[in-house]
């Protein structure tokens, strides 16, 4: 582990105290998985665009298509 020197705003500093206590971790916990859930949504979306560059309409459309062939339809809620 290494060491971090953080200025919060005192408000901030309340909020991290009260929640670290209601769960039961110390405040350095909480920043820590806070920062941890923070980076990984950050990663993922870059992940996601990545993704969507490399995505091809066509190839898309074919894969729907060869299941709509098998007969089988989307459920209520994921219909278009």
């Known amino acids: ?5 953080v200025h919060l705003p005192e408000s901030l500093h309340a909020m991290a105290r009260q929640l670290a206590a209601e769960e039961g971790i110390s405040v350095d916990h909480l920043i ?3 920062l941890a859930e923070k980076i990984s949504a950050l990663k993922t979306e870059d992940y996601l665009q990545s ?16 299941v709509r062939a098998q007969g089988n339809r989307p459920l209520p809620d994921d219909a278009l």
Not at 1 to 5: F, G, P, Q, R
Not at 55 to 66: G, I
């Open 51 to 66: 993704r969507s560059r490399r995505a091809c309409e066509d190839q898309y459309q074919a894969v729907l298509d060869a």
């Open 1 to 5: 582990m290494s060491a971090l020197n």
């Open 32 to 34: 820590a998985l806070a």
